[in-house]
């Protein structure tokens, strides 16, 4: 792989080679086409351990994109690309297996949980730096409950606008992730607990002014009855939290606007 310097901006390929280019950066990489048939990648002695490693990527890159899901929706707001980092997670989180062989290792997060916990979802501004004060809470694993207690909110001293928007509202979220381990009766990686793998529940706070003081105030997430059923010790539990930043719309109510907000992982367990 290449990087382009200089001024040249494209996307594709011209003879051979590809450009393309990722989010959170401005530079267009290069890479040229090629490589082993479809064929050969299927069939060839050659490829075995390059096959093993692929069925392991495609069990990492399920991990990373339901983990996503268990955000509710606030990767929405990450500065840059957090698929492979989750990616990546899910590989050192399969490394853990030391007693399958490879191409079927285990990739379960109730061995090591803190692998997400504190885990940003900014890079340019996160959370700790746009929200300065210090939320509290308590997990309660068998109910899928989280309860949020936010200390008092001074917008000019604990709040940094950075875009200078009149509105902004806190998002708590209950999220799960299921243990994942391969099937060889499907010769792919399943999560043990598939109704828990990425799921969800959001708890939206109301728009609020942001030159103002906010008294402290207590949020609580549950998840519904049937998802408190299927839980076991194979789901990890993640309580993850953002502010989001808007401006007034069309209607003259207050909407988000895009790319103006913050978030995290507050705890996992």
């Not at 492979?84 to 399969?94: A, D, E, Y």
């Not at 340019?124 to 509290?136: C, E, G, K, T, W």
């Not at 529940?201 to 299927?230: E, F, H, N, Y």
Request: net charge positive; hydrophobic share 40%; with cysteine.
């Amino acid at each position: 792989m290449a990087i382009i310097k200089g001024a040249i901006q494209m996307n594709g390929g011209i003879k051979g080679v590809s450009f393309y280019s990722l989010k959170g950066s401005d530079k267009v990489f290069m890479r040229t086409k090629g490589g082993p048939t479809k064929h050969q990648m299927a069939t060839s002695p050659t490829y075995g351990e390059v096959r093993k490693l692929q069925k392991e990527f495609g069990g990492c890159a399920k991990f990373g994109s339901l983990a996503r899901m268990s955000f509710g929706g606030l990767h929405s707001l990450a500065d840059y690309n957090m698929t492979p980092v989750l990616n990546g997670i899910g590989k050192s989180l399969m490394k853990l297996d030391t007693t399958s062989e490879k191409g079927r290792r285990s990739l379960k997060l109730t061995s090591y949980k803190q692998a997400l916990e504190g885990f940003n979802f900014n890079r340019n501004y996160p959370l700790s730096s746009v929200l300065r004060v210090a939320p509290q809470w308590e997990l309660d694993r068998d109910n899928l409950k989280a309860v949020v207690e936010i200390p008092r909110i001074n917008t000019d001293i604990d709040l940094q606008n950075i875009q200078k928007l009149p509105f902004f509202r806190l998002i708590i979220v209950v999220g799960t992730i299921s243990d994942m381990v391969y099937d060889p009766d499907i010769d792919n990686y399943k999560p043990l607990v598939a109704k828990l793998h990425g799921a969800s529940v959001t708890v939206t706070g109301d728009w609020k002014p942001t030159q103002t003081i906010l008294p402290s105030q207590t949020i609580t997430a549950t998840m519904s009855a049937s998802q408190i059923a299927r839980m076991t010790d194979d789901v990890t539990m993640l309580l993850s939290i953002a502010v989001e930043f808007g401006n007034i719309g069309f209607t003259g109510e207050p909407v988000e606007v895009k790319n103006a907000g913050c978030g995290k992982v507050l705890a996992v367990a």
